[in-house]
Nanobody, 115 residues
């Protein structure tokens, strides 16, 4: 079992920054993929960014150049640094990990960007 605790959401003005954190505990040693998803009201959940155990990352086109995903293996924590935020970034952000043989989701944290 893996437990995920997210933090760092909130309200920010357009152009501002926030950093989300997702701390894993339990069988965190099994984790080899960590991702951030988001879901805006009335929309499907979408992948924002991902990082694998080797450090490779990938991003949704909508956040490339603005968001940075990183991982602290010593703390079993994944971060999402969000810069130059836009109102369209408003959503609930979810942490996701693959810790074979199953995956886990965080509880979600609200990010609201005002114009």
């Amino acid at each position: 079992q893996v437990q995920l605790v997210e933090s760092g959401g909130g309200l920010v003005q357009a152009g501002g920054s926030l950093r989300l954190s997702c701390a894993a505990s339990g069988s965190a040693w099994r984790i080899n993929v960590m991702r951030w998803y988001r879901q805006a009201p009335g929309k499907q959940r979408e992948l924002v960014a991902a990082i694998i155990s080797g450090g490779s990352t990938n991003y949704a086109d909508s956040v490339k150049g603005r968001f940075i995903i990183s991982r602290d293996n010593a703390k079993d924590t994944v971060y999402l640094q969000m810069n130059s935020l836009k109102p369209e970034d408003t959503a609930v952000y979810y942490c996701y990990v693959w810790a074979g043989p199953r995956d886990y989701w965080g509880q979600g944290t609200q990010v609201t960007v005002s114009s």
